[in-house]
């Protein structure tokens, strides 16, 4: 199972969710369209996605309904000791669980019997396994490396799907990843992730990069309006 989102910016703990959807490999997708509720929210303009709020709150469900139901499902999956596909991990899933506890309810990690385990991430996979390949790390550009079609980049349906396959893609390109059981990749991914930060600091320091795999501290924090500033998730 793959898990993707579509929110109002990129800020940790802060931004919106408005869109969220997975897919599995042997089963019908899901997706969800959420209304966010009031306020002077706003979606900044890198997002790509296409959801405007006018839209999410016209013909969205309320947002604490679709993320009930959303953490249930990846809550069920993990209970089962199913690796769960997330792209950049550590955004995705701090996302949620910090809209879940904004509007009050369980986050998947206190609903799993282990947490948040086995997560696996195809970007810390690629960047592990083809560290000096030139080129960005995008997903639709990661996704043309290996030749995967990926034509709405952005959409949270779109983009699961895609990183669903690109996780079988490099685990069969890369054998030594492949290889891995679910407990190990899980913690090799750690590992990895924590690698990669300290080389990419070491080349080039001064950029904000977020240690934590798969999930970075969570907090609840109030609405802002975007600034130059607060426009990465990276």
Known sequence: MAVDIATTGNRYCVDRIIGAAVHVTDGPAQSWLLDPGPGPLSVAPPKRHGITLQSAR??????AQALEELATLLAHHLTAKEPLVAWHAPFVLTTIEAELRRHGLATVSDRAPHGLVPICDPLV?????DPFRSGGR?????????????DSAGDASSDAETALVLARIIGSCFPPVGRLSRPALHREQVSWHETYVRDAEAWRPGRHRDPHWPL??????PWTDHGPGQLSAS
């Open 58 to 63: 016209a013909h969205g469900v309320p947002a």
């Open 125 to 129: 996979l690629d960047r592990h396994a």
């Open 138 to 150: 995008a997903l639709e550009t990661v996704a043309e490396w290996y030749g995967i079609p990926h």
């Open 216 to 221: 970075s501290p969570v907090e609840v924090l």
